[in-house]
């Protein structure tokens, strides 16, 4: 089945330090992740049209906090906070990732993540770690090769190229794009992903609503 959601509608819900204080494990959601300053927040606000939805900052770490946000019922994204910030105090660096970690292993209703890497210094240690959880835990993985503006034409294509071959390596489903949030590029990719993971969101509602009709009809007989 086939869907296509309006982005635009997306709102914020609740920044929360930890996944305690996230509503309900229900329904379907879908995490961005990725090095501090990889440009998480940058992606979202693109993706919805919206200017400052997801703050963005030239100083990495800013977004310290799980963010939530509702696409539409059933159907939400979450703002990771970035990892592998190398000025942050130790302390406040291990709070994170475990605040991190504990998401990414205990939130049932994780049905796709998005990890975005600079496309000039991608698969570092962390991201890598990252996707190999994914694929193990079978939730499928689009990679996001961010400010490909950056770049030129050539060297951008032969740099998808090359991390298109490293992430056939993981032995997952593991999918890579070129993504610019200032021009825009990739941006339908990441759409279309996105439709593809909450589609099961739309297909509970209908299995209900034809299940109300039925009952209806029953009842009328
Ligand atoms: N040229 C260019 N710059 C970008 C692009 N996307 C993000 N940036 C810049 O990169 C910096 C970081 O972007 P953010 O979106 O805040 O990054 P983040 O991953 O959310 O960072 P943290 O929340 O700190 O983990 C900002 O200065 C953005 O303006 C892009 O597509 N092209
Ligand atoms: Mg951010």
Avoid at 23 to 49: C, H, Q, W, Y
Avoid at 66 to 92: R, S, W
Avoid at 129 to 144: E, H, N, R, T
């Amino acid at each position: 089945m086939s869907v296509k959601i309006h982005y635009q509608n997306t709102h914020f819900i609740t920044s929360a330090p930890d996944i305690r204080h996230l509503p309900e494990d229900e329904g379907i959601e879908v995490a961005f992740a990725g090095r501090s300053n990889a440009g998480k927040s940058s992606s979202l606000n693109r993706l919805t049209n919206q200017k400052s939805l997801a703050k963005t900052s030239k100083t990495p770490g800013r977004t310290q906090l799980i963010n939530l946000f509702k696409v539409t019922d059933g159907c939400h994204i979450v703002d990771l906070p970035g990892y592998g910030f190398a000025q942050v105090p130790l302390e406040m660096k291990k709070k994170w990732q475990k605040s991190l970690g504990e998401y990414l292993q205990k939130r049932q209703c994780l049905k796709g993540l998005v990890v975005l890497m600079d496309i000039r210094h991608p698969m570092k240690d962390l991201d890598q770690q990252l996707i190999y959880w994914a694929v193990d835990s079978g939730i499928p993985v689009q990679v996001l090769l961010t400010k490909a503006d950056k770049l030129k034409s050539g060297a951008r294509k032969a740099q998808v190229l090359k991390i298109k071959q490293d992430a056939v390596g993981f032995g997952g489903d593991v999918s890579v794009a070129a993504f610019s949030s200032l021009k825009g590029l990739g941006v339908d990719v990441l759409r279309n992903k996105l439709d593809e993971w909450f589609a099961p969101a739309f297909a509970e509602e209908l299995t209900e609503e034809i299940v109300q009709e039925e009952q209806q009809s029953d009842e009328q007989e």
